[in-house]
């Protein structure tokens, strides 16, 4: 005669709270860490993309401004040097092409189905926004604040930096071209198809944010655009925390330097992290 095996629960003894479901904040924010944690691992477990994430930026920041040194002239604006002048842009590219190319992991984990997974389990689409922004938000904060070591180089005086500034205006302009890319990438199908958007979209923001050349000399029509650039205000934003909103002003327009950077790239990143949002909701 074989002994029943009882599956009912052990009774709780006295004065023992019952265990408790995690709760719906609990579900997403979990959703939020172990999307962002993986990003951050999957980056560093790759040694090639961190070799490369430093060292561009800093070829580009010596090899374009060497080779404009000598013909770089903006009246106001003595005593400032094309490096000097380039480098606030190339922080800036820096911050782009980090969190571009960390959402190019959406259409690959969408091909591998992880992304699927995720979104079959308890976490909300917005957490999974979320997760993977903070994600590819930290691995270009990260780079973008290795590549300011080199900010003495370009004439910055660690003590006249404004840091609640430059923070601010690199956190949001992170999130800003995160969400960005995630709506770009929800809905190009290829990395190929995603390359070439950004080609066309992205790098031309880029160029055209006062990185490159000033905004101040530029044609009519092309000043209009780079004023209408939501990314100039990213810009002229490192650029006032590195050397003063005079310095922003004297190669930008005459709103240049006047504090609305953080305003704007707030209202940026909400607005694409909006976009983000609603594109991982729409029904397939």
């Known amino acids: 005669m074989t002994a029943e095996i009882s599956t009912a629960p052990a009774p709780l003894a006295a004065g023992e709270p019952a265990a408790s479901p995690p709760g719906t904040l609990a579900l997403q924010w979990a959703t939020v860490r172990v999307l962002m944690a993986r990003d951050v691992v999957r980056f560093f477990r790759q040694p090639s993309r961190v070799v490369g994430a430093l ?47 960390a959402t190019i992991t959406v259409i690959e984990d969408r091909k591998e189905g992880f992304l699927q997974a995720v979104l079959a389990g308890p976490g909300s689409r917005l957490a999974v926004v979320l997760g993977k922004a903070l994600g590819s938000s930290a691995i270009a904060l990260m780079q973008a604040s290795l590549f300011l070591l080199l900010a003495p180089l370009a004439g910055v005086s660690a003590s006249s930096v404004n840091l609640p500034l430059l ?92 504090g609305l950077e953080v305003a704007v790239l707030l209202a940026f990143a909400t607005v694409f992290l909006g976009l983000a949002a609603f594109s991982v909701s729409r029904r397939e």
């Open 55 to 101: 060292a561009q930026p800093i070829l580009f920041w010596f090899v374009i401004g060497s080779g404009f040194a000598g013909s770089f002239r903006v009246e106001g604006a003595q005593g400032l040097g094309y490096q000097q002048f380039f480098f606030p842009g190339v922080v800036t590219m820096v911050l782009l092409f980090s969190a571009i190319f």
């Open 167 to 258: 923070v601010a205006v690199m956190v949001l302009s992170a999130l800003a071209l995160t969400g960005m890319g995630m709506s770009l990438a929800w809905w190009v199908k290829s990395s190929a198809g995603y390359h070439a958007v950004m080609s066309i979209v992205l790098l031309p923001m880029w160029v055209l944010s006062g990185a490159m050349f000033p905004l101040k000399g530029a044609g009519t029509w092309l000043s209009w655009v780079m004023v209408l650039n939501p990314m100039r205000f990213s810009v002229e934003g490192v650029r006032r925390a590195l050397y003063g909103a005079q310095a922003s002003l004297a190669v930008g327009s005459p709103m240049s330097g006047s």
